[in-house]
Nanobody, 114 residues
Framework: QVQLVESGGGLVQAGGSLRLSCAAS????????GGWYRQAPGKQREMVARISSGGETLYADSVKGRFTISRDNAKNTIYLQMNSLKFEDTAVYYC????????WGQGTQVTVSS
């Protein structure tokens, strides 16, 4: 059974930084695609950043140059480093792993105060 556990969310002022972590069990990020998605109140869930098993990354236009996704194979963990945070980055952030189907973490709240 695949389980994803996120951590690192919180409250931060605009312009600040946060780093999210997602640890996987039951599967590995090194062999599958991992990613971060977010959902703001009243909006659909959207892709923020993804990393393939080969290490290729993809970012939403809204976070390019500010967010960085990375992976630690030894810890079976992916990270999302978020810099220059904006009020509009406020959302629940979800970790995702794709292995035949999508698996999701429980979500972690990120709140950016203006």
């Amino acid at each position: 059974q695949v389980q994803l556990v996120e951590s690192g969310g919180g409250l931060v002022q605009a312009g600040g930084s946060l780093r999210l972590s997602c640890a996987a069990s039951g599967s590995t990020f090194s062999s599958n695609r991992g990613g971060w998605y977010r959902q703001a109140p009243g909006k659909q869930r959207e892709m923020v950043a993804r990393i393939s098993s080969g290490g290729e990354t993809l970012y939403a236009d809204s976070v390019k140059g500010r967010f960085t996704i990375s992976r630690d194979n030894a810890k079976n963990t992916i990270y999302l480093q978020m810099n220059s945070l904006k009020f509009e980055d406020t959302a629940v952030y979800y970790c995702n792993l794709v292995m035949f189907t999508s698996y999701w973490g429980q979500g972690t709240q990120v709140t950016v105060s203006s």
